[in-house]
């Protein structure tokens, strides 16, 4: 009989600790699902996120541009490209006049010493940029005398001065409009936002939010344009003054060059 206890016994443990193991597998079965269930939703739920956040900043701005109106969003975007157009050609041509001061002052100071006069206007004919420009115009007068040269000398370098800067004033010109015009669209659409006010005879912010962002967004997007183009102007007007400064020291050099090569 004890034996027949010991192997119901037994029997029992081995029932009950077989549910507790199949409980123990049951929820850990449970969670797992769960988790895939999850993932699974977070997977499906990351397209739709990752479609938000690529709308990006480009799109936003081209919502916020259409909602400002084509009448004066219209006209500030155009002040931009004009403006971005002359800053462009401006900045390639200054690029392109830029020389090696230094190195063209020893080539006419060795040609004159070497060659002559004509050997150093050749150097200037195959260098680029006003300063070669201004050297040449100063050698071509050399034979009349030092006085002659310098007043070509002087007399070209306004010249030079002048393609310079030249379509320069366009850019302050769009500088100034694009912020203006913004100005005037803020204007314009409080003004609607009151006209609707006095017809409906009462304020409500639904009435007037539309009229009001127009008016905000054409500000906005004025200044934006007018601080674009404001660090193109400053840029290119530091570089005018570099060059400038290279052409009148070189033309005092160059006359030094012509008074030393008369002796």
Same mark, same amino acid.
């Given at each position: 009989?004890?034996?027949?206890?010991?192997?119901?016994?037994?029997?029992?443990?081995?029932?009950?600790?077989?549910?507790?193991?199949?409980?123990?597998?049951?929820?850990?079965? &449970?969670?797992?699902?769960?988790?895939?269930?999850?993932?699974?939703?977070?997977?499906?739920?990351?397209?739709?996120?990752?479609?938000? *956040?690529?709308?990006?900043?480009?799109?936003?701005?081209?919502?916020?541009?259409?909602?400002?109106?084509?009448?004066?969003?219209?006209?500030?975007?155009?002040?931009?490209?004009?403006?971005?157009?002359?800053?462009? *050609?401006?900045?390639?041509?200054?690029?392109?006049?830029?020389?090696?001061?230094?190195?063209?002052?020893?080539?006419?100071?060795?040609?004159?010493?070497?060659?002559?006069?004509?050997?150093?206007?050749?150097?200037?004919?195959?260098?680029?940029?006003?300063?070669?420009?201004?050297?040449?115009?100063?050698?071509?007068?050399?034979? *009349?005398?030092?006085?002659?040269? *310098?007043?070509?000398?002087?007399?070209?370098?306004? +010249?030079?001065?002048?393609?310079?800067?030249?379509?320069?004033?366009?850019?302050?010109?769009?500088?100034?409009?694009?912020?203006?015009?913004?100005?005037?669209?803020? +204007?314009?659409?409080?003004?609607?936002?009151?006209?609707?006010?006095?017809?409906?005879?009462?304020?409500?912010?639904?009435?007037?939010?539309?009229?009001?962002?127009?008016?905000?967004?054409?500000?906005?997007?004025?200044?934006?344009?007018?601080?674009?183009?404001?660090?193109?102007?400053?840029?290119?007007?530091?570089?005018?003054?570099?060059?400038?400064?290279?052409?009148?020291?070189?033309?005092? &050099?160059?006359?030094?060059?012509?008074?030393?090569?008369?002796?």
């Amino acid at each position: 009989m004890k034996r027949l206890f010991s192997i119901l016994a037994m029997a029992g443990l081995f029932v009950l600790s077989t549910n507790t193991v199949s409980a123990k597998a049951n929820a850990m079965a &449970t969670n797992l699902s769960a988790t895939v269930a999850s993932a699974a939703m977070m997977i499906q739920e990351t397209p739709a996120e990752e479609m938000v *956040e690529e709308k990006g900043f480009q799109q936003v701005l081209k919502e916020q541009f259409i909602q400002g109106g084509a009448g004066f969003m219209g006209i500030v975007l155009l002040c931009l490209i004009l403006g971005l157009a002359v800053a462009i *050609e401006r900045i390639i041509y200054l690029n392109m006049a830029s020389t090696n001061t230094d190195k063209l002052k020893q080539q006419v100071e060795d040609a004159l010493a070497s060659g002559g006069v004509e050997a150093a206007k050749e150097v200037c004919r195959n260098t680029r940029g006003p300063v070669a420009s201004i050297y040449y115009q100063g050698l071509d007068r050399a034979g *009349e005398g030092v006085e002659s040269a *310098e007043k070509a000398v002087v007399a070209y370098g306004g +010249v030079q001065m002048g393609q310079l800067e030249k379509n320069v004033s366009w850019l302050s010109l769009f500088i100034a409009i694009a912020p203006m015009l913004g100005f005037m669209g803020t +204007v314009i659409g409080m003004i609607q936002a009151f006209q609707k006010i006095s017809a409906v005879g009462n304020l409500s912010a639904s009435l007037i939010a539309g009229d009001i962002q127009v008016a905000l967004l054409t500000t906005v997007f004025g200044l934006i344009t007018a601080i674009i183009l404001q660090i193109f102007y400053n840029y290119i007007i530091a570089k005018i003054d570099g060059i400038v400064n290279d052409m009148e020291d070189s033309s005092i &050099t160059l006359i030094d060059m012509l008074v030393d090569h008369k002796k």
